[in-house]
């Protein structure tokens, strides 16, 4: 059984769904980097987790009729629109697949409890640190990663909208990181010079991302 899958190309800083949505269909990243967030009543950004090429970020979609939060791209995009009804249909037929589905959504929320955690009890140091950790660990993951270097083209006023800090704020947090010796970060690439430190600095456990390859995990 084949899903058929509509392939689109979409721009930076695009709105894939909104909040409140009913959608009919889900996705699949396959190039790009997105974001899920929410917007408070005064305007204000919370990125509440990066999405990149392998994730499926709307999966609860199939099961909650109305999304509860935005999903937006960070670069330019193609993503994979899937149908409800046959992915429905093709989790009847293949258990296992099933299974596969909603172990990605567990881990969703796994992250999402982690994320919660940097924003609330770490300090921006530790809270920028971790984002990057997570981020080289899952791009190693799916091959987008060589050694500790991966291209990084999050803006300073998203690392602000995911971490819950200003962009002076962020600003001062790279300079610091860079002083330290931990990373390097040069049009849009960044190279972690020193893993095990960035780990302490982030307070970094990948436990949460439940990858099967622990060789991925121990990066």
Request: charged residues 25%.
């Given at each position: ?102 172990r990605e959504t567990l881990i969703d929320a796994s992250i999402f409890r982690e994320w919660v955690t940097n924003v609330g009890r770490r300090d921006a140091y530790s809270r920028i640190a971790h984002v ?88």
């Amino acid at each position: 059984m084949r899903l058929p899958i509509q392939a689109v190309d979409l721009r930076t800083d695009q709105d894939v769904i909104r909040e409140g949505d009913r959608p009919s269909r889900c996705f699949a990243v396959l190039e790009g980097f997105a974001c899920s967030f929410k917007i408070t009543g005064v305007g204000k950004r919370q990125i509440l987790g990066f999405h990149i090429p392998g994730d499926m970020p709307d999966l609860q979609s199939l099961h909650l009729e109305v999304l509860d939060c935005s999903i937006g791209t960070l670069t330019p995009c193609k993503l994979g629109f899937i149908q409800h009804e046959p992915i429905r249909e093709l989790c009847e037929a293949y258990p296992r697949l099933a299974a596969a589905f909603w172990r990605e959504t567990l881990i969703d929320a796994s992250i999402f409890r982690e994320w919660v955690t940097n924003v609330g009890r770490r300090d921006a140091y530790s809270r920028i640190a971790h984002v990057m950790c997570e981020l080289l660990v899952r791009l190693r993951a799916v091959g987008l990663a060589e050694d500790h270097q991966f291209e990084l083209p999050i803006t300073q006023s998203e690392f602000a909208d995911a971490t819950g800090i200003s962009t002076v704020h962020v600003n001062r947090t790279l300079q610091e990181l860079r002083g330290d010796g931990l990373i390097q970060l040069k049009r849009e690439k960044l190279t972690i010079l020193d893993w095990d430190r960035l780990k302490e600095a982030g307070d970094f456990d990948a436990t949460y991302l439940h990858l099967k390859r622990q060789d991925q995990a121990a990066a």
